[in-house]
């Protein structure tokens, strides 16, 4: 399935980002050639010596470990104690959690909110340092910091800014917009929004950088062209750089959707390790780390949960890529 | 006329710019006046207070003389470097095969990389623990950097980048008689080097700022790398926030020297005005 | 975990059996006689007490040892403050825990049931009269699927006083002179001026029950075979409705419904809050980082109807240990009078060895702060109770138990339903 989505992406990336260059017609040209020489040029082995290194690690340090975890989730397994064959028990015991329901809605509103966002933004953002000079340079670099910061410090300047009386309820106190203090990290949704913030916050280095290599790949032909055009910086920006990023934005969209469903660190930090006012901000990768880690870790139970978690993931991607392919269909 | 307008759009672009910083930057002056604040300064204030009334060094020197900090740093580095090489040619090479090559099977590889993405690390990190002692490497920092010696993400960057260059750049090396090392090397590469910065970056902080498991798999203080070394400066009894603001100032220091240094190559595309070809 | 951890413990097994062979060529395994020759080499663990401070007395310690028994070696590692727990635990399944640990009940109970840890009861049945009584029994565990013993040597106690800030006490029109040292007094001086303090901004407390409170107020957390909880008794269901009316009334700082401590910390230093639980090392935290707030200290005793709670950490060893003789040994060394109280003067903590508070170290004449907080600390040190069963989880227990009593107190379930359900989930781990 990730097979066939790949040369769709693939599909578009070329017809997306070099459209000046290569003609569509002439692209197929091409793959019909290759076919015919393809195997004698790279030879059977090639290809596997490139993903081999690749293929190594990820089979030893991932793969496998997580073959184990699936194979504990049909036990009732502690951090000591191996556990005995108990079937589809921890499933079951899983889908009675009151626990499990909250951490599903949390971390999938975290999608819905927070993808959309880490798309968008930080190309907005990357468009306006991309250009020569010291200037944008400076500003490239700061942009990049909240990334670098570790989450305690991250977690530390949030909850003093967010804190009942803490700095934005000072200033609109202060401005009279408000008589009660908001309470950011208390109530149940405001807490998960604010953490929603401070991932945004840091998201947006992260990305930017993602697609300042992207936009150094543009034609820069393009750009000239439709100021010949006489086309304004937004328009250029619409017209040019969006479709210019289409493939990388595909990939931000997966990349961040991926990240928001496990989001643990925000929600952790502001909540000192809580998961919010009676737990109602846990989301699925707290509930894994509360269940799967510690001397008293349930390894069993944790194990179905991170089965579960990888198989929404998995049915998301997929519905993404079929979501992306109908919109390059109509495009 | 269009003059004016392209002013005006460098205005709002500059005003965006200063916003931005502001909410994306503040934070971190907070932090690092935090760490120049000496004893005189009530640090609790309400309101708080940015600038230091009673500004001092010490707590630097202090966090210097509480921590072996110089061993801590060479061992961060040496992990560090370790998973950036790793990550730039082991991505490099997956990413081209997945983005550029037809063979047997890649499906199936492309389908691990994404599925290592969505495994929740928490589950299986005592397993890679349990791997690394059968190959005895437990108190190494060769251990410290092998799990995540070749991310998945990375190579997802990589295989991203190759399929956007220009097909027949590489057909054209083909006709010439170019063997696919040859094109991956000579043609391909060169046109990802941005790309590759990214990766080397995006490597270089997460093995910088790891913490979880280098704690797993070092012992002792001759193997401890920074993160899990500035966690010293946290007392058992009691802990001073200037001092562990200090602490991870210095820490953030070698990070924004690497991205100063190699920032200039992701964007150097733009500024030498495209793709080379 | 355990498919690919078989053949790879049984790796990590022979790995270490080798390295102790090699170090010290056939070690004396014997631990009856401990009054053989001791030789051969250990790792001892401590948690995060390797720093300017602590190393030198450690560093000392262990080379007057050495030297007292030549041919032993003790190799000391230190692990950082957090992520102790996960350090633990990665360590004990793959079967490389050092052989002398320093942990608190909390995690010495679950590797005890694992079979992990000696039973120094067995082993050393003497030692039980070298330590206080509150002191060895919170090392003393019994449950099912664990046989009755101490599982471990008992190290450092700690405990300290309330502290008020006067300025904020009179703020709400409480009297500073009489100040509540018991929860039942602090709740009906909470009733009196919960209201004004909320209005002014001030909480009361801002922190919401941790475990050992229970405790303090006087409610049993365990039966009497420690198989089932009890905290959902009327005591502990009147417990939690004191702190629902603080919050009605705007007395119980809001952020305290999922806070962890530093943040409790933090408000009373800026003055936001009436009355914390602190330690000896809070008075000079107090004095350097929120003067305002020193300027206004009033130190008490620990709030408690019952008696004061008491912090314990232990010195285990390790079951699987190549050389048990000179674990157990060492361990002893290092928990005996003389050298606990060295260690509590350089860190302001205190001895679980019997006759050891007489040192004038604990008993300070002056009138200033630190002297009286040391008074109330040493005296609680004597009469005090470890509350918190060593069965009950900081990870998993107390973070379930406060997030159900912080549901009950927003009024989303009673207090009742609450704390239910919070015995229902730590039972079934208990049994677990």
């Known amino acids: 399935m990730v097979a066939s989505s790949t040369s769709a992406t693939r599909a578009t990336s070329r017809a997306g980002e070099k459209p000046a260059r290569v003609s569509s017609k002439k692209t197929k040209h091409l793959n019909e050639v290759d076919k015919s020489r393809r195997i004698p040029e790279n030879g059977v082995l090639a290809p596997w010596l490139f993903v081999l290194p690749a293929l190594i690690v990820i089979v030893v340090f991932f793969i496998i470990p997580f073959i184990n975890t699936l194979k504990l989730s049909f036990t009732d397994a502690t951090m000591l104690k191996p556990g005995s064959f108990v079937g589809f028990d921890q499933y079951i015991k899983m889908f009675g959690d009151p626990r499990l329901k909250t951490a599903l809605l949390n971390s999938s509103l975290y999608v819905v909110c927070v993808v959309p966002c880490m798309v968008i933004f930080p190309l907005i953002l990357s468009a306006l340092v991309s250009g020569n000079g010291r200037v944008l340079a400076f500003f490239r670099v700061s942009f990049y910091m909240p990334v670098v910061m570790s989450s305690v410090i991250v977690g530390l300047i949030w909850t003093n800014l967010l804190d009942s009386r803490g700095l934005v309820n000072s200033i609109f106190k202060a401005m009279k917009w408000i008589t009660e203090p908001i309470p950011f990290l208390t109530d149940r949704w405001l807490l998960l929004f604010s953490a929603m913030l401070v991932t945004i916050w840091t998201g947006l280095g992260y990305y930017m950088v993602i697609y300042l290599s992207a936009l150094a790949n543009i034609d820069p032909s393009l750009y000239e062209a439709s100021e010949l055009d006489g086309c304004g910086p937004i328009r250029q920006f619409l017209h040019v750089t969006v479709p210019g990023c289409r493939s990388t934005m595909m990939l931000i969209m997966l990349l961040s959707s991926i990240a928001a469903f496990r989001v643990f660190n925000e929600i952790y930090v502001l909540t000192g390790g809580t998961g919010g006012t009676g737990g109602e901000d846990l989301t699925m990768s707290m509930l894994i780390k509360r269940e799967g880690t510690g001397l008293q870790a349930r390894t069993g139970y944790a194990g179905a949960i991170s089965m579960l978690m990888f198989v929404i993931l998995g049915t998301l991607i997929v519905i993404e890529n079929i979501v992306q392919r109908k919109a390059d269909r109509n495009a | 006329m269009h003059n004016q307008r392209g002013k005006a759009a460098r205005i709002i672009q500059y005003v965006l710019l200063v916003f931005m910083f502001v909410i994306l930057i503040g934070p971190m002056i907070w932090q690092l006046m935090l760490a ?80 290592c993405m969505m495994i929740p690390v928490e589950t299986v990190i005592i397993s890679q623990f349990l791997v690394i002692r059968g190959m005895h490497l437990q108190n190494t920092l060769l251990a410290a950097a092998l799990p995540g010696l070749i991310q998945p993400i990375n190579v997802m960057l990589m295989t991203n980048a190759f399929r956007g260059v220009p097909y027949e750049l590489e057909e054209a090396a083909k006709v010439d008689g170019a063997n696919v090392w040859q094109r991956f090397l000579q043609i391909c590469v060169p046109q990802v080097i941005g790309t590759a910065t990214v990766v080397a970056i995006f490597s270089f902080v997460g093995a910088w700022n790891d913490f979880l498991w280098p704690l797993i798999v070092l012992a002792d203080d001759s193997t401890f790398t920074l993160t899990v070394g500035m966690n010293r400066l946290r007392g058992t009894f009691f802990s001073d926030p200037r001092l562990i603001a200090a602490g991870t100032v210095l820490a953030l220091i070698p990070i924004i020297i690497f991205f100063l240094v190699f920032q200039r190559y992701f964007f150097r595309g733009v500024e030498q005005g495209g793709v080379k070809g | 975990m355990r498919f690919s951890a078989k053949g790879v413990v049984a790796v990590g097994g022979a790995v270490a059996m080798v390295m102790s062979m090699a170090a010290c060529g056939g070690s004396n395994n014997n631990a009856s006689s401990s009054d053989g020759k001791l030789s051969g080499e250990i790792t001892f663990q401590t948690w995060n007490l390797k720093n300017d401070k602590y190393t030198p007395y450690f560093e000392d310690l262990i080379a007057a040892y050495e030297k007292d028994n030549p041919g032993t070696k003790i190799k000391w590692v230190d692990q950082p403050s957090e992520g102790y727990e996960d350090k633990l635990s990665a360590d004990a399944a793959a079967g490389s825990l050092p052989d002398v640990i320093d942990m608190g009940p909390n995690a010495a109970y679950i590797l005890a049931k694992a079979g992990t840890l000696l039973n120094i009861a067995q082993e050393d049945p003497s030692a039980k009269d070298l330590y206080l009584d509150n002191a060895w029994k919170g090392a003393t565990f019994k449950g099912e699927g664990l046989e009755e013993g101490t599982y471990g040597f008992p190290w450092y106690l700690n405990t300290g006083p309330t502290f008020y800030n006067k300025a904020a006490v009179e703020a709400c029109g409480a009297d500073a002179s009489n100040l509540p040292t018991t929860y039942d007094d602090f709740f009906k001086l909470a009733d009196q001026i919960g209201k004004t303090c909320g209005e002014k901004g001030i909480s009361m407390l801002a922190k919401l029950p941790n475990s050992e409170n229970y405790g303090e107020y006087g409610v049993e957390m365990m039966n009497k075979d420690r198989t089932s909880y009890t905290f959902n008794s009327d005591k502990a269901q009147s417990f939690i409705e004191n702190y629902k009316k603080m919050y009605d009334s705007g007395a119980l700082s809001k952020e305290a419904l999922n806070a962890n401590w530093n943040g409790e910390t933090d408000a009373f230093k800026q003055g936001k809050v009436m009355a914390m639980a602190g330690s000896l090392y809070s008075v000079n935290d107090f004095k350097e980082n929120a003067p305002e707030v020193y300027k206004n200290l009033i130190v008490t005793k620990r709030l408690a109807n019952s008696s004061a709670n008491i912090f314990m950490e232990m010195l285990v060893v390790n079951s699987q240990t190549k050389n048990k003789a000179l674990a157990i040994d060492f361990a002893k060394y290092v928990t005996n009078k003389e050298n606990q109280v060295k260690f509590d003067k350089l860190a302001n903590i205190f001895p679980s060895t019997k006759d050891s508070m007489d040192d004038p170290f604990f008993k300070p004449e002056g009138d200033d702060l630190e002297s009286q907080a040391m008074r109330i600390s040493a005296e609680q040190i004597e009469t005090g109770t470890l509350w918190v069963p060593p069965e009950f989880s900081e990870a998993q227990d107390t973070t379930n138990l406060r997030e159900q009593v912080a549901q009950a107190i927003q009024g989303k379930q009673s207090v009742k339903d609450a704390l239910d359900s919070a015995v229902k989930f730590s039972d079934e781990r208990l049994q677990q």
């Not at chain 2, 604040?37 to 309400?46: A, F, L, R, T």
């Not at chain 2, 992990?79 to 997956?94: E, F, H, Q, R």
């Open chain 2, 36 to 115: 120049v604040k000496g004893p005189g300064d009530n640090i609790y204030s309400v309101p708080p207070y940015l600038f230091p009334k009673d500004f001092t060094f010490a707590n630097f020197t202090k966090a210097l003389n509480a921590i072996p900090i110089l061993t801590y740093t060479r061992n961060s580095a040496i992990v560090a470097i370790i998973s950036v090489c790793g990550n730039v040619i082991g991505s490099t090479l997956a990413g081209y095969a997945l983005a550029r090559l037809k063979f047997k099977g890649k499906g199936f590889v492309t389908a691990l990389v994404f599925a």
